[in-house]
């Protein structure tokens, strides 16, 4: 069975810093790429970064680049989401999900950037 | 960037009739490599992640209800449930997976 277990969420000030854990299992990790999408408070889903298999390619969406570094540890079976310089519209729940199309979902971790 | 326009943005039916939320590519999904179209559906209930029902357009996941099923081709897709139970009381996102940046309709809540 997929599971998908995200960590490291939390209250944060604005311009500060925050690292996203997901601890994967249940799969062959490093057969997927893996992806973080985020959900504000009463909002819709917002795609934010995934990685390639080998994690040679990454990409983001527009609003996140130059501050977040998405990566992988395919020993651990886990991948990250390093957010810098975060600001109060980054406040969301950050969710971990498998493969490029997203097929299965954590159950998230809230993140709150506020002063 | 392609931008996924879902209507309507809310839907009331009642139980045992037919549910049925549209979604619109500003491009096309369909791959003229493979003749596959690159868009999946997504259940949310409240409190919960989202759930992938369909991918490939109209290929249900997994241990979905067979009243759920996804058609459409190229811009135009469409989710339908043939006869609404309580528990599909949701909002419904659809997903285009053609490539970077991915992006999500705004959502379709569907009510009794």
């Known amino acids: 069975e997929v599971h998908l277990v995200e960590s490291g969420g939390g209250l944060v000030q604005p311009g500060g810093s925050l690292t996203l854990s997901c601890a994967a299992s249940g799969f062959i990790f490093n057969d997927y790429y893996m992806t973080w999408v985020r959900q504000a408070p009463g909002k819709g889903l917002e795609w934010v970064a995934n990685?390639?298999?080998?994690?040679?390619?990454?990409y983001y969406v527009d609003s996140v680049k130059g501050r977040f570094t998405i990566s992988r540890d395919n020993a651990k079976n886990s991948v990250h989401l390093q957010m810098n310089n975060l600001r109060a519209e980054d406040s969301a729940i950050y969710y971990c999900a498998r493969n490029f199309e997203t097929d299965y979902w954590g159950r998230g971790t809230l993140v709150t950037v506020s002063s | 960037d392609v931008v996924m326009t879902q209507s309507p943005d809310s839907l009331a039916v009642s139980l045992g009739e037919r549910a049925t939320i549209n979604c619109k590519s500003s491009q096309s999904l369909l791959s003229r490599s493979n003749n596959k179209n690159y868009l999946a559906w997504f259940q949310q209930k409240p409190g919960q992640p989202p759930k992938m029902l369909i991918l490939?357009?109209?290929s249900r996941q997994s241990g979905v209800p067979d009243r759920f099923s996804g058609s459409g081709s190229g811009t135009d897709f469409t989710l339908t449930i043939s006869s609404l139970q309580a528990e599909d009381v949701a909002v419904y996102y659809c997903q285009q997976y053609y490539g970077v940046p991915v992006a999500f309709g705004q959502g379709t809540r569907l009510e009794v």
């Open positions: 990685i390639k298999q080998d994690g040679s390619a990454k």
């Open positions: 490939w357009a109209s």
